[in-house]
């Protein structure tokens, strides 16, 4: 019905920076929501940062000033600039998105991309 599409994800040194990307495609009426969740093995998924179709951000407290979420609106995209990573946001990053189709409101998820920042 709805796909979620990542890339970007890979390996990088703390104090570095690297950009995810997420595509949604299929039958969209609206995107309500988009945005980027993570987890690591044995923790609970948490927000990183999220982006309402009219523009209004929410960050963890852990990213900001560091990451940045942004979107495209008539590619359905939402993109989260990382910088000055750390170790600690080491784990699997996923999009997510809030969106109006045919049944209704509902809530979608990506695969997953591995975000590692190690020296």
């Known amino acids: 019905q709805v796909q979620l599409v990542e890339s970007g994800g890979g390996l990088v040194q703390p104090g570095g920076s690297l950009r995810l990307s997420c595509a949604a495609s299929?039958?969209?009426?609206?995107?309500?929501?988009m945005g980027w969740y993570r987890q690591d093995p044995g923790k609970q998924r948490e927000l990183v940062a999220v982006v309402t179709r009219t523009g209004s951000t929410n960050y963890a407290d852990s990213v900001k000033g560091r990451f940045t979420i942004s979107t495209d609106n008539v590619k359905n995209t939402v993109y989260l600039q990382m910088n000055s990573l750390k170790p600690e946001d080491t784990a699997v990053y996923y999009c997510n998105t809030n969106a109006n189709v045919f049944s209704g409101q509902r809530e979608f998820w990506g695969q997953g991309t591995q975000v590692t920042v190690s020296s």
């Open positions: 299929g039958r969209i009426f609206r995107i309500v929501t």
